[in-house]
């Protein structure tokens, strides 16, 4: 256990969903500074020194959190998938709701900061760029219980945070985990995609995000009193599905005649038109990083195409 000095906070992080996509990302920034101790919780993909711990039972989030007593609590473990959101509403009262209680009234109880990771979903898409202050206005049941998990997380403590991101790629370990990259898998098979060229979207790497959230953590345990409340982070690039597949598709030298656009929203769950996140408020306090959506995607994607 690493010794702190009377009165300086232990640089101690616990991060939920660690072998989740996003969570990966975070768990890897944290990993690479030897300044903190981390600790990453996973369920079904847990690997290395992950612990796993099954965050809808409350005794196991007591007992990780009572044990590990971190300073900083990463909250990145969600249900992401709205159309799975619209069929499965009691698992997301579990995981997007439920577990969020325990982890904050957990945190609560070691004096531990928490970062809740919440969705440009929780606006309408009606009236971008939404400021951190903007009125949420979720379409569809997935943004509805990230809304919640917000709530809750800043009414157990008002020290609480919220993280607001969009639509994500990174490091993935099959091509369909992202909702990004798994356009890829019919380009790559040659086969006809018809893509979404409706809805604007702002794809953006998890290791920016990853990259932030450390800055923010470094912040908080030396200037708490500047990071409470809520947080945007997103890319600036401007595409739809059909952009970013055609993207793809060029970065490989791939042809694009079979890919066609779907000038229609899209179906499933209600999605949003334009959730634009403005970022001002973070990029205050950190240096940020945006990396270009062609060179992202496309380091991301190379090992799964054949030389």
Request: charged share 25%.
């Given at each position: ?81 709205p159309d799975v ?152 690039e401007k595409m ?41 408020k973070l990029e ?24």
């Open positions: 256990m690493t010794f702190e000095p009377e009165g300086k906070m232990a640089k101690r992080v616990l991060i939920t969903g660690a072998s989740g996509l996003l969570g990966r990302a975070i768990y890897k920034e944290f990993l690479q500074d030897s300044s903190w101790e981390t600790l990453g919780l996973g369920f079904s993909r847990v690997t290395g020194n992950m612990k796993k711990v099954d965050i809808t039972e409350e005794s196991q989030v007591k007992d990780v959190i009572n044990t590990f007593k971190p300073s900083v609590i990463i909250h990145s473990a969600a249900e992401r998938r959101v619209e069929k499965d509403p009691n698992k997301t009262q579990q995981l997007n709701i439920s577990a969020t209680q325990y982890i904050c009234q957990a945190a609560k109880s070691v004096g531990a900061w928490v970062l809740y990771i919440s969705t440009d979903y929780v606006f309408d898409g009606t009236s971008p760029p939404y400021n951190e202050d903007a009125k949420p206005n979720p379409l569809n049941k997935y943004g509805q219980s990230k809304l919640e998990g917000e709530k809750m997380t800043l009414e157990t403590s008002s020290e609480n945070s919220l993280l607001r991101v969009p639509i994500l790629y990174g490091e993935i370990e099959y091509i369909a985990e992202s909702p990004v990259t798994i356009l890829f898998e019919k380009i790559l098979a040659g086969s006809e995609l018809i893509a979404s060229d409706y809805e604007i979207k702002y794809p953006t790497h998890c290791g920016d995000i990853a990259y932030v959230i450390r800055q923010l953590a470094e912040q908080r345990l030396q200037n708490p009193e500047k990071v409470c409340g809520v947080f945007h982070w997103t890319s600036n739809t599905k059909y952009l970013m597949s055609i993207a793809m598709a060029s970065a490989f030298s791939l042809g694009t005649e079979n890919i066609l656009p779907d000038k229609n929203p899209s179906t499933g769950a209600p999605r949003p038109y334009d959730t634009h996140l403005s970022c001002g205050a306090l950190v240096s940020g990083r945006r990396t270009p959506f062609a060179d992202g995607v496309k380091a991301v994607l190379e090992p799964f195409v054949k030389k």
